[in-house]
């Protein structure tokens, strides 16, 4: 079991950046799969980006491509996700979510954090 805490949202202009962290305890954090999700009003929660164990593969979703970096500290037990070129389009609920398979899709995660605010005014 791991229990994981998101941080770092707010609201921001468009063009600007934000910073999510996402802080793991329970277990040993070097051994899952890190994705993030998020969620806007009314609409499914959708895949964002993931990292594997040791960081050396990221995937992204088309939308976030070119403007979000996942990264990830396994000392610090802590995933990050960085956002640059923030839009209206981007305003949901992020959520990061651990599992130990090799897969990105949202079910396939068992794990989730209470999911962070991001709200980016025009």
């Known amino acids: 079991q791991v229990q994981l805490v998101e941080s770092g949202g707010g609201l921001v202009q468009v063009g600007g950046s934000l910073r999510l962290s996402c802080t793991a305890s329970g277990h040993t954090f070097s051994r899952y799969v890190m994705g993030w999700f998020r969620q806007a009003p009314g609409k499914e929660r959708e895949f964002v980006g993931a990292i594997t164990w040791t960081g050396g593969r990221t995937y992204y979703a088309d939308s976030v491509k070119g403007r979000f970096t996942i990264s990830r500290d396994n000392a610090k037990n802590t995933c990050y996700l960085q956002m640059n070129s923030l839009t209206p389009e981007d305003t949901a609920v992020y959520y990061c979510?651990?599992?130990?398979?090799?897969?990105?899709?949202?079910?396939?995660?068992?794990?989730w954090g209470q999911g962070t605010q991001v709200t980016v005014s025009s």
């Open positions: 979510a651990a599992q130990d398979g090799p897969t990105y899709r949202l079910g396939d995660f068992p794990y």
